[in-house]
Structures are given as structure tokens and as C-alpha cells.
Nanobody, 121 residues
Framework: QVQLVESGGGLVQPGGSLRLSCAASGSIYSINSMGWYRQAPGKGRELVADISSGGSTNAADSVKGRFTISRDNAKNTVYLQLNNLKPEDTAVYYC???????????????WGQGTQVTVSS
């Protein structure tokens, strides 16, 4: 089994910064893509940013220039640096990862439990 554990959420004022981390552990052979999604109250879950095993990134237009995704393959960890936060960034942030648990088994998608980010003065 694979577990994803997020950390780093909290309450921050508009214009502030946070750094989210998500560490994958368990029966891991390899990790393909990793990503961050968010879900605001009353809204659906949306992609924030994702990153391939080779480091190629993709981000939503609403966060480009403010959020940066990165990963440390040796630690099976993905990060999300959130700068210049706005009240509309308030949401539960979830990480995910596409993981192979064995070489001969296809990949599966795993999710973390989520971490709350609240932007308010």
C-alpha cells in the first residue's frame, strides 16, 4: 500500500507565502507524475499544478507566476511553494501521485488526505 502525507497548510494573510509538502511512502517501485489539486467550499476539485518524473511542470493559469511545484525524487516528495496568496486561494489542497508498486504491475493513482490553506486578514 502507498500513503501520501501532506503538511504545511495553515492561515496566512493576503500576500503571504506557504510551502506545502507531500511525502509518499510504502510499497513504491517508482513514481511517475505527482501533483497538487485544491477544492474550495462548494466547488469541485481543480488542478493546481503537476510535475512529471523528469521535472516537466504544468500549472493552472490562476496560479502561474505565484505558485511553484517541485519534487525530490530521492525523498519521494513533492512540494508546492505558494507566494502572493489571495483569499480566493483558500481551499483544501490535495496531493496525488501515479505510483508503480512493482515493476510488473501497472500504475495506480493515490491521494493524500488534504491540508487546509486559508488566506484571510
Amino acid at each position: 500500500q502507498v500513503q501520501l502525507v501532506e503538511s504545511g497548510g495553515g492561515l496566512v494573510q493576503p500576500g503571504g507565502s506557504l510551502r506545502l509538502s507531500c511525502a509518499a511512502s510504502g510499497s513504491i517501485y517508482s513514481i511517475n507524475s505527482m501533483g497538487w489539486y485544491r477544492q474550495a467550499p462548494g466547488k469541485g476539485r481543480e488542478l493546481v499544478a503537476d510535475i512529471s518524473s523528469g521535472g516537466s511542470t504544468n500549472a493552472a493559469d490562476s496560479v502561474k507566476g505565484r505558485f511553484t511545484i517541485s519534487r525530490d525524487n530521492a525523498k519521494n516528495t513533492v512540494y508546492l511553494q505558494l507566494n502572493n496568496l489571495k483569499p480566493e486561494d483558500t481551499a483544501v489542497y490535495y496531493c496525488n501521485a501515479v505510483v508503480k508498486t512493482k515493476a510488473w504491475i501497472g500504475s495506480s493513482l493515490y491521494w493524500g488526505q488534504g491540508t487546509q490553506v486559508t488566506v484571510s486578514s
